[in-house]
């Protein structure tokens, strides 16, 4: 859709004969489309065919150079249109990272500056692999929710070190059923810009990139934590101001 919407911004040849010019002779880049017979048929054989190739050549300011085929014209399209053509192949990943349901898993880990285990009871009740803190179950279902629907914004490529997994801010893992050996895990590491993280998991090359909102319903607190205890004696705010302590009862 996206080729196939594009409109040249300019016709700069009508005769293609000096290719080197315009970086044509040696493509930056060259997208060809492609049919694919599974086997021989009377019509074609069976393998690819490609049936339209469109070279893209030397950058002219916002435009590049492009040509269509072995068809004699130069045109200049937009220099973006090369942003959204994906080149690594890790880019082509399908966006959908985890498919679960949230009572789909048994037991969960989350770390950060700590360690956070969980683990579901014979009662499908959360509860600590060590430890007795209360549990905010609120959060722990926010997190479920989110996690096990989680989607990628885009995947950014091949992972290098700039995406900082050496200190990750979060990691999680998780099984699904109490016989389930395997462990999915999802590593989050730096911030990708523009309000969002970079992040990936053991099952899938490459890293993607997750929204802040994500990120933020993957790292809340799974210890619950009490109400303020308020001394006997001490002043009250309310909506109408602070008001004086109430009067002991008598002895």
Known sequence: DLVKNEQV????????????????????LQLTFSSFASENTAETTAGEHPFATVAFGKSDGGNVFARLGDEPFVVAVRRVLLDDIF?????????????????????LS???????????????????????????????QSLLNTLTVLRAVRWTGATTPAHAFDKPQITIMFTTSPNDKATHKLAVGGPAGDAMWFARTDEREGTLVISNPDFNA????????PPPI???GSPTTTAAGTTAPSASPPH
């Open 9 to 28: 911004t300019k016709f700069v040849e009508d005769v293609a004969s000096d290719l080197p010019k315009y970086g044509l002779d040696k493509p930056q």
């Open 87 to 107: 080149t690594d192949p890790h880019q082509w990943q399908d966006l959908a990272i985890f498919r679960f349901k949230p009572e789909e898993v048994h037991k």
């Open 110 to 140: 989350v770390v950060t500056d700590r360690e956070s285990a969980l683990i579901r009871n014979v009662n499908k009740e959360w509860t600590w692999v060590k430890g007795n803190e209360p549990i905010n179950q609120v959060n722990v």
């Open 218 to 225: 993957l790292r809340l607190p799974l210890v619950a934590t």
């Open 230 to 232: 308020t001394p006997a």
